[in-house]
């Protein structure tokens, strides 16, 4: 896809319809779209994050390993919404596997492109931080809403 | 006043003619008179009964009763109890529930059976709460027929005040002292004997048989002189001008904090109260429960119990409570009734045993300002109330803790129900509980209900041929005529779906004549979703079904997170569109923040609220939620309606 | 439904609590024929190790031994209720609490070390969970059929949290504290009793325990203003004094107590009467 094209596709995206055109000028240069199938691995938990990725279409599968329990999955992430965001906060490290769970379209940023890209354009970043901010965030009041546990039966329950 | 003849003066000495025209008929006069020291309301047998030579001394707290060494009997002006005990009283049966050995279930309800009364003494601060609990009590479309029954035949023989307690009030809030309705008698005390008053034609035939004389006009003028002067002496420490606004625009005030650290809970304003009317039911069991005799008893909303449901309490804290109660006789009883709750007889002032006073705190809570806006008409949920008997044909679960009950009723007008109405479920030696149906089918109501308590537990334990009682449907369904011809996004989460079911049964019914309808539904896990085997059949009946659960399962491949993910990506501004959700409140809150944002106005989000219920009727007070009765007004209101109140703790 | 399998047990107490199961006399034979009494040592030599349906547990932890056992009989039994004062609470003896137990037991017994007692007799509570409790002084005949009854229904027993006020207002009794000046802890103190006390015109003195929402400061703060100090800790110093709200104020009570050479900070008239005008 030209750079053109994906600053259009990005500018479909949730993540993407709220950065600056400029910004999403810029990603594009380094930006490379891709077409995956149902079971492809785009993230490894544990393993060094070397990119960052939005999806335009299909659905994602947010999974981590536990000792004795195998595999559980988290959440799933809609079109629109990012993955990978370790990418560009310390230690780079990622958090969590990613797997397809249905053929999908992804915009995926090489990481050290992207951090050097940051550091260089100070627009850039004053844009693209929060936004990924805003999705940690997200993300974060929605684990915590999963945690809450709303739907369980009452703990209150007694035995009479 | 309606006098045919004008004021009748009856001398002091010749009281007891009064008396023996009330007592006749087998009428139980019930008036002031003390007791060990006390002034109670009670039977008076004749006037050496009434509290001859006593006036009280009343302040925060306090209460006296000292002689005056004079022969005046109505200047005790009032004491702990009002005519609430004799029309209302604590302790009433309601009526009796029996299982049968054939496992057959009966009700019967205790008819109302009133002694005779006549209230001598009424002050016009409780005749204005005796025309307030005829309003609540029995001027809606449910009526306390006890109550009713009590009042129509009861003779009030009404006593203006000539003298004021230090608390009084009534004529801040317009209900006094001045007797001017409600009454069949009024007497007026003067020195050498009383002038006599009729407010009724019951009243006309005493006068005209009581051993008086035409009342002078000196006589005349001294009554209402001394009357005024109890005005007067008042002053105006609550002022009543745009209080209902005032207050509730204080709802986070830190003085609720302040007066919660003094504030007991003890519910002892509440009992006192004559026009507090908040009840609970206590059952009364044999040993092995088939026998149950329910009885009405006098409760508070200051009570632990009294806003708790399965998974907590809507007003843990005193300050919650405080809050609801003065919010609630100061401003919400208007919304409901048309009149404020109080009628400025100062017994919570008094009887208060660290004598808060509601005067000081409407002043520092609420100081005076300006007025109100009409809060939007309620459209009327006109449905029965009746006790029927129901049978189950048979039950399966739908998950581990939740089962779907096929009901069979006798009685067709309980399926004549509409989307998101609940029903009271009766049985012997429980609770009352509230479910919502499911579904109303053909010939059968549908509930899924979840285990949350031993209540429930019991009803879904129950096998096919079992009986239970059944009152309903209640409530205020799904504006379901709303969504015709528009677009509608129905969100569920967890057993939410199940009050939403009956509006996609009328979706399918009718599918052409809506737009876009989008369901979308969160569980906690797969094995948690209910209705799956009709997922299908929605979809194909072109209804867009999105599912999204918290926690996934090995083989689980859909998607998970919380549900306001399903509407993420969701445009409804092209379209006017509807909204409907249900689910624990903290989902609906993040639901309709996101439905706002996505382009749902709020006038057009409807949302299903839970409470306390225990009548389900709007007459035990128990599911208020700010000037609403959830079981009566809701228990679906639109968000634009609910404002502020929707997601505000403690309320 | 089988018939439940109970049993009454005692730790330190007066056996008031398990005399109130007895004193059911119209109910006796019909509580027989639907529960099992397989260990009730106050009113049959049948005995029984469990396991128990319902255990009712009456008196406070003192002893070592004591606390031993409820371990071992929460094991064996289904749901566990504790009955009384002093189960749920400490009761009387809890009052020992702030005294220095070893100098009384060395005071009192020629040979103390054959005595083993803890330092606190504490609620059964603070050892093991409990599934419910029943407050009092003795308990309510009344509460104590009601918890049968709920056990056969399967609905939860009717054992109301509020204040005793309400019981008064209901029954119509006129405010010992507002119109007597007595110093009455009604409106702290849990229901149940049928408001016994104020029906005889004397102040509540909370054998049935702190309630929910119990405000002791505030009410504290006022019946100082209308008597003199100690005198109002002291009310704090009965049956339930060691209960977390009411400990603090009855500790103020008990401070230097039994404490050899000691002052004792209770007031000599010991009044608690009604108010003195009338």
């Known amino acids: ?160 | 006043m309606v006098t045919a003849g004008g004021p009748v003066f009856l001398p002091r000495e010749r009281l007891d003619a009064l008396l023996d025209l009330l007592h006749e008929g087998g009428r139980t006069i019930v008036g002031p008179t003390v007791r060990d020291g006390n002034l109670v309301l009670d039977e008076l047998t004749g006037v050496d009964d009434l509290p001859v030579g006593w006036r009280d001394e009343q302040s925060p707290g306090r209460f006296r009763l000292v002689p005056t060494g004079g022969s005046r009997v109505f200047d005790v002006v009032n004491g702990q109890m009002s005519p609430k005990q004799f029309v209302f009283p604590p302790k009433q049966p309601v009526g009796t529930m029996q299982r049968d050995a054939d496992r057959a279930v009966r009700f019967a309800a205790t008819p109302p059976d009133p002694p005779r009364l006549a209230l001598l003494g009424v002050r016009a601060c409780e005749l204005a709460a005796l025309a307030i609990q005829d309003r609540v009590l029995a001027g809606g479309t449910f009526v306390d027929e006890d109550y009713r029954a009590r009042r129509e035949s009861a003779l009030v023989v009404a006593a203006q005040c000539t003298r004021a307690s230090s608390g009084c009030f009534c004529a801040s809030m317009g209900t006094g002292p001045e007797v001017r309705s409600g009454h069949d008698l009024a007497l007026t005390e003067l020195d050498e004997g009383f002038v006599v008053t009729a407010g009724s034609p019951a009243g006309e035939r005493l006068v005209a048989r009581l051993p008086g004389r035409p009342a002078t006009p000196a006589e005349v003028a001294q009554a209402a002189a001394d009357v005024a002067a109890v005005r007067a002496a008042q002053g105006e420490p609550v002022v009543i001008e745009g209080l209902r606004d005032r207050l509730m625009d204080q709802l986070d005030s830190p003085r609720w904090q302040e007066v919660a650290d003094r504030c007991l809970a003890c519910a002892n304003c509440t009992m006192v109260c004559p026009t507090c009317f908040c009840t609970s039911t206590a059952i009364s069991s044999d040993l092995d429960g088939t026998v149950n005799v329910a009885e009405r008893q006098w409760d508070s909303c200051f009570n632990a119990g009294f806003a708790k449901v399965a998974g907590g309490n809507f007003r843990p804290e005193r300050s919650d409570r405080y809050r609801q109660w003065l919010t609630h006789k100061f401003a919400t009883w208007v919304d409901q009734f048309g009149m404020y709750g109080c009628v400025g007889c100062a017994r919570c002032i008094t009887w208060c045993p660290v004598g808060i006073d509601v005067r000081e705190e409407l002043a520092a809570i609420a100081p005076p300002t300006v007025p109100a806006e009409q809060m939007p008409a309620r459209p009327a949920a006109a449905t029965p109330g009746r006790f029927e008997v129901v049978t189950l044909r048979g039950s399966h679960h739908e998950t581990p803790d939740t089962t779907t009950l096929h009901l069979v009723p006798s009685e067709p007008a309980l399926l004549a129900g509409l989307p998101g109405q609940f029903v009271m479920v009766e049985q012997p030696g429980f609770p009352s509980l509230p479910i919502s149906v499911s579904r109303f089918g053909p010939d059968e109501l549908i509930l899924t209900v979840r285990a949350a308590g031993p209540a429930t537990a019991a009803l879904v334990a129950e096998g096919p041929g079992a009986q239970v009682g059944l009152r309903g449907p209640l409530g205020r369904p799904w504006p379901v005529e709303r969504a015709l011809g528009r677009d509608l996004v129905i969100v569920a989460g967890g057993i939410g779906l199940a009050p939403l079911r009956p509006v996609l049964d009328a979706v399918m019914a009718n599918r052409d004549r809506f737009g876009e309808v989008v369901l979308a539904y969160g569980a906690r896990t797969p094995s948690d979703r209910l209705f799956t085997d009709e997922h299908a059949a929605w979809q194909a009946a072109g209804i867009e079904l999105g599912q999204i659960v918290d926690r996934a399962e090995p083989g689980w491949d859909g998607r998970v997170g919380v549900v306001t993910h399903l509407l993420d990506r969701r445009d409804f501004s092209r379209r006017p569109t509807i909204g409907m959700v249900c689910g624990p409140e903290r989902m609906m809150q993040a639901t309709v923040a996101v439905l706002r944002e996505r382009g749902v106005a709020p006038e057009r989000v409807f949302v299903s609220m839970e409470r306390h219920m225990q009548c389900g009727i709007g007459l035990c007070g128990h599911c208020q939620m700010g000037p609403y009765f959830v079981c009566r007004d809701g228990p679906v209101f639109s968000v634009g309606e609910l404002g502020e109140l929707f997601g505000k703790e403690g309320v | 439904m089988a018939t439940p399998r109970v049993g009454v047990v005692k730790m330190a107490s007066c056996d008031g609590c398990q005399l109130t199961l007895l004193d059911l006399e119209d109910e006796l034979l019909a509580l027989g024929e639907r529960f099992e009494l397989v260990e009730f040592p106050e009113a049959t030599s049948r005995r029984s190790d469990g396991p128990y349906d319902v255990l009712l547990v009456e008196g406070s932890i003192s002893t070592p031994e004591q606390a031993e056992q409820i371990v071992e009989l929460r094991a064996r039994a289904k749901l566990l209720v504790t009955i009384g004062a002093c189960a749920t609470a400490g009761g009387i003896q809890a009052l020992r609490n702030w005294g220095d137990e070893p100098a009384w037991r060395a005071a009192v017994y020629p040979d103390a070390e054959l005595i083993e007692s803890l330092a606190h007799a504490t609620p059964i509570h603070e050892y093991v969970k409990v599934d419910a409790e029943l407050r009092g002084c003795p308990i309510d005949p009344g509460q104590l059929l009601e918890l049968l009854t709920a056990l056969r229904v399967g609905r939860r027993p009717q054992l109301p949290d509020e204040a005793v006020c309400l019981e008064c207002k209901r029954l119509g009794r006129v405010c010992v504290l507002v119109a007597g000046g007595a110093p009455c802890l009604g409106p702290l103190t849990q229901t149940g009793c049928g408001a016994l006390c104020p029906g005889y015109a004397r102040a509540c003195y909370a054998c049935f325990g702190p309630r929910e929402q119990a405000n002791v400061a505030s009410l504290g703060r006022w019946l100082e203003a209308e008597r003199s100090g100690p005198g109002v800790d002291r009310l704090f110093a009965g049956f339930t004094g060691w209960a977390p709200p009411f400990r603090e104020r009855a500790g103020r009570a008990m401070s230097g107590f039994g404490t050899a050479g000691a002052e004792a900070s209770v007031p000599a008239d010991g009044s608690d009467g009604v108010d003195d005008e009338r």
Not at chain 1, 35 to 53: M, N, Q
Not at chain 1, 73 to 78: D, F, G, N, Q, S
Not at chain 1, 140 to 146: E, G
Request: proline share 4%; glycine share 8%.
């Open chain 1, 1 to 160: 896809m030209s750079a053109d094209g994906t600053a259009v596709r990005l500018s479909g995206t949730w993540f993407g319809e709220a950065l600056s055109a400029h910004a999403r000028e810029r990603l594009a240069t380094i930006a490379e779209a891709h077409r995956v199938e149902p079971g492809a691995v785009l993230v490894r938990e544990g393993a060094e994050s070397d990119r960052l990725g939005i999806l335009v279409d299909g659905l994602l599968s947010l999974r981590v390993t536990v000792a004795g329990r195998g595999r559980a999955t988290l959440m799933t992430i809609e079109p629109g919404d990012v993955f990978g965001w370790s990418a560009v906060v310390p230690p780079y490290r990622s958090t969590s596997t990613v797997v397809a769970l249905q053929p999908s379209e992804v915009i995926v940023f090489d990481a050290e492109r992207l951090r050097s890209l940051l550091r260089e354009d100070d627009a850039l970043a004053a844009t693209v931080y929060p936004r990924i901010l805003g999705c940690v965030s997200r993300r974060l009041v929605a684990t915590r809403t999963q945690l809450l546990d709303l739907y369980a039966r009452d703990r209150e329950y007694e035995p009479w």
